[in-house]
């Protein structure tokens, strides 16, 4: 089975992830045939024309909305369409999600229940045509996992129905903030809005890594072509892929060996205040632990004995830190190796929606799962039971993993 790379280059929009669905080979029938069930044929008129940006051809996708009754759809009237639609359960499920996540984050935006979003721009029957086309191509193809790398967001400001939104849109934060995506971005970035709303949630719901493969090999691609005009080529690309990420791994020993650093040192003449404030700065740099605890000292003074265990390559910026932000005159320092097993962090959807959790890598090849502590104790304080009761229906509950990184 092949894997789909989706390249952004340098953004995403529902639009140009379907000229490049169809240019790939998904036939029209495959795109439009869920349209048809959900009732919307005489709603639209789909047309694919062979198109150049900069001079690189590709296809661009124009969805005439032939339909003049000026209908406005809320999140509510959408799922009613989606339900009602006949659709295979797999298709059903993503396009519902992308339009999910999409009411979560206007809703969040406006500060109303997600089923009161009033769609405006997303519930135009363009927007219909990309969300449920790009789903069913993906559908179609049937890919093993999909990749896709950073976005980019763009600047300067969007007509909307809400008026003029400075770019990127309120929605499009939400989404990047809700699905932890990261983003691309310079201090020169390029005017124009690069990444829809759409766009944005068809990305975050239908990648499993935005991330390409460290090794692949291209068996066949398609070029979405844009409406606006850069100085550079404004396209998406979709690429069929043969992925050798999950060899990598099997190739990688497990657990692995590293050199790590340990530094320490023990204190006296400081208040419990200023060693709390300096135990925060060596985590928020990056060490990967910290430990410290009350000991007795010369002339029966009690310290604190404070032990750092740190990337080998931060060994000398952490040891400014000591001298900067402690008392202490001297630091011990040695270098010592560690196993650690392969993991990665992610989300997982769960009867409390989607959470952060962490993954790890066993040397017999099994996984284990487990919820980012942060996220159990907001559950925790939403829901009023016990952290014991939270981690029992994450555990039952948990469905699709969706990775934020790969193994490492």
């Not at 104790?377 to 029992?392: C, P």
Request: aromatic share 8%; glycine share 6%; hydrophobic share 35%.
């Amino acid at each position: 089975m092949e894997d789909v790379l989706i390249e952004c280059s340098p953004g995403i929009s529902g639009d140009m992830l379907l000229g490049a669905f169809y240019d790939l080979g998904v036939p029209k029938k495959i795109i439009e045939q869920p349209l048809i069930n959900l009732g919307l044929k005489d709603h639209y008129h789909l047309e694919f024309k062979e198109s150049k940006s900069c001079s690189i051809r590709g296809i661009k996708a124009k969805v005439e909305n032939i339909d003049c009754s000026p209908i406005k759809r809320t999140w509510r009237s959408i799922k009613e369409l989606i339900s009602n639609g006949n659709l295979e359960d797999k298709l059903q499920k993503i396009i519902y999600e992308v339009f999910e996540s999409l009411a979560a984050a206007e809703g969040k935006v406006h500060g109303i229940k997600s089923e009161d979003v009033h769609f405006h721009e997303i519930g135009a029957i363009d927007s219909l045509v990309d969300i449920i086309g790009v789903c069913a191509a993906l559908n179609y193809l049937n890919p093993k996992k999909v990749y896709c790398n950073e976005p980019m967001l763009g600047r300067g400001f969007v007509q909307t129905e809400h008026g003029k939104l400075s770019i990127p849109p309120p929605a499009v934060i939400e989404l990047i903030k809700q699905k932890n995506i990261k983003v691309l971005s310079s201090l020169d970035s390029i005017e124009g809005e690069l990444s829809t709303p759409t766009g944005i949630a068809l990305l975050s719901n239908l990648v499993d890594y935005i991330q390409p493969p460290s090794k692949y090999s291209i068996n066949s691609y398609g070029v979405g072509i844009g409406n606006l005009k850069y100085p550079f080529p404004n396209l998406v690309r979709v690429y069929k892929i043969t992925s050798f990420q999950d060899c990598l791994i099997n190739e990688q020993i497990n657990p692995k060996r590293e050199e790590i650093s340990v530094q320490e040192a023990w204190i006296d003449d400081q208040t419990p205040e200023d060693i709390s404030n300096f135990i925060e700065k060596l985590r928020t740099e990056g060490a990967y632990d910290v430990s410290y605890q009350a000991i007795n000292m010369k002339k029966n003074r009690i310290g604190f004995s404070i032990k750092v265990i740190l990337p080998i390559n931060k060994k000398e910026f952490f040891r400014r830190l000591w001298f900067e932000y402690s008392n202490t005159i001297g630091v011990r320092e040695r270098i010592q190796s560690r196993w650690i097993l392969l993991r990665r962090r992610g989300e997982c959807s769960t009867t409390f929606g989607n959470i952060k959790v962490k993954q790890t890598l066993k040397p017999d090849g099994s996984i284990t799962m487990k919820p980012e502590n942060d996220e159990v104790l907001r559950l925790k304080l939403e829901h009023k039971i016990s952290t014991e009761e939270i981690r029992k229906v994450i555990n039952e509950s948990s469905k699709k993993f969706k990775a934020f990184e790969n193994w490492k």
